[in-house]
């Protein structure tokens, strides 16, 4: 069965830090290109960040550059999203996802991706 547990969210004030964790199972971790995406009610699910089967690149949207750092432990099964300078406006639910790959960012197109539960962040005094 194809699990994916993200932690780490929760409160925290304006200019702090949060990590996030989402640890895989039931698939082969290290063939998945693996996102981070936030969503707040009303909105479509925005995506954050990416990382390659490898780790070796990363892609951000630009709200998050420069206060985002995606990084992944393939021995781990696991992809953290490391979150600083932390702003109201990054409050919102956030999703791991794991989308199939067989080389860079090259997604297989007819092999649905797993999805994460999602887990709060809230960014407020």
């Known amino acids: 069965q194809v699990q994916l547990v993200e932690s780490g969210g929760g409160l925290v004030q304006p200019g702090g830090s949060l990590t996030l964790s989402c640890v895989g199972s039931?698939?082969?971790?290290?063939?998945?290109?693996m996102n981070w995406y936030r969503q707040t009610p009303g909105k479509e699910r925005e995506r954050v960040a990416s990382i390659t089967d490898t780790g070796d690149n990363t892609d951000y949207v630009d709200s998050v550059k420069g206060r985002f750092t995606i990084s992944r432990d393939n021995a781990k099964n696991t992809v953290y999203l490391q979150m600083n300078n932390l702003k109201p406006e990054d409050t919102a639910v956030y999703f791991c996802k794991a989308a199939r790959t067989l080389m860079g960012w090259y997604v297989v197109s007819n092999q649905p991706p797993y999805w994460g539960q999602g887990i709060q962040v809230t960014v407020s005094s």
């Open positions: 039931g698939f082969t971790f290290s063939d998945y290109i």
